[in-house]
């Protein structure tokens, strides 16, 4: 793998945590190439949060894009948007366990943050300690993530 491919969004609430983890994801050297899919300025609430984690997870869904990191003021609007599109798993985490077993036991390809619930210097520290993890497909996870996959094809 050259690197990651990602997509960063976020609505208005999220909107100063996802410009400082774009700075920093874009100078890390594990990171191809990062999308912003916006908001692009503070106060502007053309996009709900919705629009934003579902525009995110259809980049993934599609290959576009590796994984996502998505924000709003708690993380649960843009988890729930973007694990409405098939085939993408996107969780909320605030500490590292959560982060940790997010990639090592559900594969999940979206991580999301609340602004309006842990401080910037955390969402950075686990947004890095996200990039580092990878799924093993020989793993005793992966026939638990394979049920999810196999109930998304039935719908």
């Known amino acids: 793998m050259t690197g990651f491919r990602l997509v960063i969004g976020s609505d208005v609430a999220g ?13 890390d050297q594990r990171v191809e190439s990062v999308e912003d899919l916006g908001v692009m300025a503070e106060g502007l609430e053309d996009e709900s949060y919705g629009e934003v984690a579902i525009a995110a ?5 599609s290959g576009r894009a590796d994984r996502g990191i998505l924000v709003c003021g708690t993380g649960i609007g843009v988890a729930i948007a973007a694990n409405k599109v098939p085939g993408v798993r996107a969780t909320v985490a605030h500490d590292s366990f959560s982060v940790e077993r997010s990639i090592l036991s559900n594969d ?34 992966n026939e638990k993530v394979a049920v999810i996959t196999a109930y998304e094809r039935t719908q």
Not at 57 to 61: D, G, K, S
């Open 108 to 141: 999940c390809q979206i991580l999301t943050f609340g602004q309006r619930v842990i401080g910037l210097q955390l969402a950075l520290r686990l947004a890095q300690e996200w990039l580092g993890y990878e799924f093993d497909p020989a793993s005793p996870s």
């Open 57 to 61: 997870a259809e980049r993934i869904r």
């Open 15 to 27: 909107f100063d945590y996802k410009e400082a983890l774009l700075a920093d994801l874009r100078a």
